[in-house]
């Protein structure tokens, strides 16, 4: 075990902190002389004067951010040439006012702390801040200090170090290696003032006035211009998030897709936060270069191949607006090329998130499908099954459900009446064939891997006289896994836990239908809301039963989502033996959503398709 410097006391502290997030220690106060901001840092991820009180720290101010959470940067313009401790520090504010400006030299007094964006239970790594201040401006107009340049050759490879054993996998007491790993230089870094150079974007603007970058042009990169995340060891470190300082009232934040560049980049603090991570808060920043990213096309299915896809579209119900629906019908029209048959997520109720016991969702899906025949599309019929009032999870009173669409005129489905949402399909023996006893019908619902979550949605249809079985899913969100830059590493992904007992009961029933018929045509697909590296992805594949259909893709095209600067898949299709290898289906991660600024969902449709 390294040695540990004086944070070590800090370490059982974070361990424990409150999930409110201000990290302190009980120890005398700090002398004041000479106390600089690199004292401050220390070289692990903690300080060592947590808790403390700090008097005169020098400083000439970097930026001010005057909303969220409130404050503004100091740098030591004397560095003690150790790269792992960072010159910079933010000084938290709070609703005081703010009475400094880039430039300023500073000297300020007050509480080192380390605050948990999240709180402690999220996993987030701290930031090293000074609470409670107070500030002797002693001169204006000062030269902020030059940049750290940060790019292809400075970020290392090497993401992260494997967390300590004895301190429950963190990083947080381990010396940090700043030349070794790409999170040790940025948090070497943290608080100070950084820049990227012109920089490719791998996450498109969002909501929130950011986007992401990669200063490591050639990392992972697809033909689309984004970052593909392969394997749990192939974390990308060269993406950044970009925000600015400048409220946008002032200064609009750049619109940019993935694959745009920020010419010029951005110059500004490093920050940490809990949506990203590690951030460039940019004082100065530049504009962007549209790349002419077009949504993509999947091709028309031939006459005798049946075409089946999937669709998240986003918590649809009847009070989003025209050109919602309008917009998701436009796209199963001319993007999908009006697939036989469309398994949808997040249908919500009649009267979307309004919680009054509303369960069906016949106004939803005829306000959709009557769109998608005005862009041109099928009468698409539909089949799907009512939740139980609030009990598959998502918005309060949205009661979302995985709905077949098909179109009749090319494939029929088979009635098997009985079928509710407390009721369980089974398999059975038709003559030499199998056969669900309820069609649509739901499998396993009161297992409790489908607690809180949406059960899965089983149908039979027929397309040129041949029975095929269709699986819908909306496997358990990642919603309270820990982000890459979490300070266990690897980071606890808790979530996997129901996904993976999701996938055996989905992967349990696929052999029933294989076990009375060996050759059944069996398509498993939705939101898996997880990789098809995953072990989730692996228990739904146990035992040949099915295949991860969106393996035939080369691996930079294997996406169907982007989160946070990374390109990966969350929504699948499967197939059992019986629809055969990659040579006898077509397989189509259609890029109409993800990469977008502008975006009908924040999912990607998948499309397969094949002859039974």
Partial sequence: MPHIPRSAA??????????????????????????????????????????????????????????????????????????????????????????????????????????????????????????????????????????????????????????????????????????????????????????????????????????????????????????????????????????????????????????????????????????????????????????GLVREKTRRQARNELAVATYNVENLDPADPQEKFDALAGAVVANLASPDILALEEIQDDNGAKNDGTVSAGATLKKFTDAIVAAGGPRYEWRSIDPVNNKDGGEPGGNIRQVFLFNPERVSFTERAGGDATTATEVVRSGKRAALSHSPGRIDPQNAAWTNSRKPLAGEFVFRGRTVFVIANHFGSKGGDEGLTSHHQPPVRSSETQRLKQAQAVNGFVKDIRAVERKADVVVLGDINDFEFSATTKALTDGGALRAAITSLPESERYSYVYQGNSQVLDQILTSPGVGDEDDFSYDSVHINAEFTEQNSDHDPQVLRFEP
């Fill in 10 to 291: 800090v370490g059982a502290v974070v361990t424990t902190a409150l999930a409110a997030g201000l990290l302190a220690v009980s120890s005398p106060a700090a002398s004041a002389d000479e106390v600089r901001v690199h004292d401050i840092q220390g070289t692990t991820r903690l300080s060592p004067l947590a808790g403390q009180q700090v008097t005169d720290v020098r400083g000439i101010v970097t930026g001010v951010r005057g909303y969220g959470s409130k404050g503004f940067w100091i740098q030591d313009t004397k560095a003690d040439g150790d790269p792992a401790t960072s010159e910079g520090v933010f000084v938290y504010t709070g609703s005081a006012a703010l009475t400094v400006e880039p430039g300023d030299a500073v000297r300020v007094s007050g509480t080192v702390g380390e605050y948990i964006p999240g709180g402690a239970k999220s996993g987030n790594q701290s930031l090293t801040q000074i609470t409670k201040p107070t500030v002797t401006v002693e001169s204006s107009g000062n030269a902020v200090p030059a940049p750290v340049r940060l790019g292809s050759k400075s970020v290392p490879s090497r993401y992260a170090p494997a967390g300590d054993p004895a301190l429950d996998g963190s990083v947080n007491g381990l010396p940090l290696k700043p030349r070794t790993y790409a999170l040790d230089l940025y948090e070497s870094l943290e608080g100070m003032n950084v820049s990227v150079g012109s920089s490719r974007v791998v996450g498109a603007t969002d909501a929130y006035n950011e986007l992401w970058v990669t200063v490591k042009p050639h990392e992972n990169r697809n033909r689309r211009g984004g970052t593909v995340y392969g394997s749990y060891d192939a974390q990308n470190g060269g993406r950044l998030q970009i925000q600015q300082l400048a409220p946008v009232s002032e200064r609009p934040f750049p619109k940019a897709n993935v694959g745009d560049v920020l010419k010029s980049g951005a110059e500004g603090p490093l920050d940490f936060n809990q949506f990203g991570g590690y951030t460039l808060v940019a004082r100065e920043l530049g504009d962007v270069r549209d790349k």
